[in-house]
């Protein structure tokens, strides 16, 4: 019997081949079946694994273990004028300071709106926000512990968007909706929580990029199987409009790691070695190619702002 490779975000069952994706980040090196759709681009696990957990160690993955650094009030006063000052638009984006922080993709956002964070893990971007000076913030996380508030202006809450209510002007997922089974389920759940003049930010690695191109299966954001989805600008668009929103900005933000890392995980997957090191000089080189790709649309992450229609 042939096995059902039918895409998940546009239906088509032509010409999706299959492929095997090892786990690389915590070297348990389990294998997964991937494809990837003919139509519309969309990288895609065929079975997500029962146990997630696994895949998930509380001690060792990023989100959960990240130390936020508050630091001194006088740091503190100068961070907050620093996002004051950007977003009036007297600092560019590409400032040292600012390239590849995730204050970019707030320039426009009000510091009173009210903001929820989908896949907020411990909540050190929305304690980042509070110092940039932001008032009204909210972050949920089906993996945390327990509700925690930050005072004051900070709510984190142990739920899954089904689950969560309430009404934002702005809707966020920092690398969180590749990592969720049925992403056009998620998309009408931020339609149902935005204000009618609301807008989501998605911020997601992308397939239809040159790394992907190049490394193939060791591409590292693929990340198996914790990323069930490796969506295009096509397949973003798809949901987009199936769920009532038009995409208003794609803004590329991918990093030198696209290089770094792939790198590794091939010469993992081709010589079993794990101790790889990367020159000044070879990073220096890659760091200038992912400024190139980014410009050229080419880069494998972006941010997508998609707007209720009308």
């Known amino acids: 019997m042939t096995p059902d490779y039918q895409c ?16 690389m980040q915590f070297n348990f090196r389990d294998e997964f079946v991937y494809f990837k759709c003919s139509v519309c681009g969309c990288l895609q696990i065929t079975e997500p694994p029962g146990n997630l957990e696994k895949y998930y160690p509380a001690d060792k993955y990023y989100s959960y ?3 936020f650094t508050k630091g001194n009030k006088f740091t503190n006063i100068a961070r907050r004028l620093f996002a004051q000052v950007y977003q009036k638009g007297f600092i560019p984006s590409r400032f040292p300071f600012l390239e590849n922080s995730r204050l970019v993709f707030l320039k426009n956002v009000r510091r009173t709106s009210a903001i929820l964070d989908v896949g907020c893990g411990n909540g050190e971007l929305l304690q980042k926000m509070q110092l940039w000076g932001f008032k009204n913030l909210t972050g949920i996380d089906p993996f945390i512990e327990s509700d925690v508030s930050y005072l ?38 931020c339609y149902r929580l935005l204000a009618p003049d609301g807008r989501l930010l998605i911020r997601i690695p992308v397939s239809d ?22 969506h295009t600008t096509k397949s973003i668009s798809i949901l987009a409009d199936a769920a009532g929103f038009n995409i208003e900005k794609i803004e590329y933000d991918s990093l030198s790691k696209q290089f770094i890392a792939s790198e590794e995980y091939s010469r993992r997957s081709e010589s079993g070695l794990d101790d790889f090191r990367v020159s000044a000089k070879t990073k220096k080189i890659f760091q200038k190619q ?6 050229l649309h080419d880069g494998d992450q972006a941010g997508f702002t998609l707007k209720k229609r009308n």
Not at 290 to 295: A, F, H, Q, S
């Open 290 to 295: 992912t400024k190139l790709l980014n410009i």
């Open 65 to 67: 273990h990240l130390q």
């Open 8 to 23: 998940k975000i546009c239906r088509n069952l032509i010409g999706n081949q299959p492929m095997i994706v090892r786990e």
């Open 209 to 230: 990029c040159f790394a992907y191109r190049k490394y193939g299966v060791n591409w590292f954001q693929i990340d198996a199987p914790r990323h069930f989805f490796l």
């Open 152 to 189: 004051p202006g900070i709510k984190l809450y142990k739920q899954q968007i089904y689950d969560h209510k309430g009404e934002y002007d702005l809707v966020m997922m920092h690398h969180s909706f590749e990592h969720m089974d049925k992403p056009a389920d998620v998309l009408k759940e």
